[in-house]
């Protein structure tokens, strides 16, 4: 009985929701109906704690978007509400024909689903848990696989507009990618086995090349696919404007929320008080096990900062060396040019980071601010979600730029080949991307550049 209840919130939320979300701010239906209709079919809703995890799960997808759907209609009716009590309309839908209300039951949700998954919806459950599977490969073989917690079908979104699935999966497949080179520099950062030289060449050829294929999604995102594309317009007006607050301050789900991403920030070193700042002000909108993982990343020291402690050389030492004993340094540790190629693909993806936020969100702004048009939306475009703002943001890519070995770029690109033994490649084909996770024939190392005399698999097939 319980499955066929979450199956048939399910079938809601892909075939009826999205038309109230669509029609409701044209004029076309109503707050009222939709809440009726929610009403309706929480009616034989059981107590939280009888389902199975996965149902459960399931369950936080699904009426997260349920309660961001409403909350944001109901403050664009009532302004006044964004600022005193956000999530009102949340009091008018009950579950189980009890005086549950839909944002106690959440409650009871995440509470019981020990995963301790914020009293609202969140990036996790709306992007990893609620998107298709994805998976990343090289040389053929799985590295990490993030599931979805349904048995297929497509992303649930808000409005089942196209633009909707792609971002999403776009997420999704970033994080998957990103997921995959963590895991592979892991034992590096770590120190938890002893790695040779070669092997750790190995391991940061293998995680620059799924960085690389992460940059090479979001250069393609724009463009959509045969099912549409994300236009700026709706990503203004309509798909942010469901990151509302059900509780003043609260942390309402958001690409910055990719635990890898900051993570690999933390890992290159990219530990700021500024940044730090930032990470813990996320840090109600994540998982318990995303918190323990991002509060143990703050208390290691970076990867290039274990790298220089074996090398014996300070990060002075660096900027004072000249070109040959930089050179000289690398034909010893061949790691460091591994690492710098590491760091560069990082600092490559923030800048397209960086370059679709500007495109979708505040280039937009501004060209309605010349037309002083007043935005007047209930998720306001000024910052990210985040409450990063565009100056931040620049700041952010620029420090990303400036990494502890960014003075091996003094040496030429191809005499830091030969001293490395290293052929990396600088942007990958989307069909390249696509064999990353595992949507094409199968990567193959030559169409990845290499590092001489190996190929990635013995370290693939090791994790």
Partial sequence: MRATLVTRIDEWTLGVLPRFNQQIPTGQAHVPDMVAAMNSMLTDMPSADTFSLLQKKQLLVLLGIWGSSAVRHSQERSPYLRDNDPSEILRNISVGGRPVTLKSYFRQLADSSATGHPYRDAYASLVRWGTPASAAFWNGEKLVELPSVFPGGPARTYTDDPG??????????????????????????????????????????????????????????????????LTVDHFVDVFRQYAVHWEIGDVPPSGPQDVEFVSRDLMSGFGTDSYRRHVWRIFPGLLAEERDRLRNAMDRPSLPELLMTEAGVTGEQLTAASTAELSEMVRTFPSFASLFYFLNAGARLSAIHL??????????????????????????????ITGLEEKKLDELHRARHQHFLRTLSRI????????????????????????????????????????????????????
């Avoid at 999966?169 to 070669?198: D, I, M, Q, Y």
């Fill in 355 to 384: 370059a679709i936020a500007k495109k979708y969100l505040f280039k937009e702004i501004r060209a309605r601010q010349r037309r002083l048009a007043e935005d007047s939306a209930v998720v306001p475009n000024d910052a990210g």
């Fill in 164 to 229: 909707e699935h792609l971002i999403l999966e776009l997420f999704k497949r970033a994080e998957t990618l990103e997921r995959a080179a963590n895991l592979v520099v892991e034992p590096l950062w770590a120190g938890s086995e002893k790695c040779s030289s070669r092997e750790a060449q190995e391991r940061l050829f293998i995680a620059t090349n799924m960085l690389l294929g992460v940059h090479r999604l979001f250069l393609d995102f724009p463009q959509g696919d045969a099912r549409g594309k």
């Fill in 412 to 463: 030429s690109h191809a005499d830091l080949q030969e001293l490395s033994r290293v052929r990396p490649v600088r942007q990958l084909t989307s069909q390249q991307a696509r064999d990353l996770l595992g949507l094409g024939q199968g990567p193959d190392e030559h169409r990845f550049g290499a590092v001489v005399g190996e190929s990635g698999r013995s370290v693939a097939r090791h994790l």
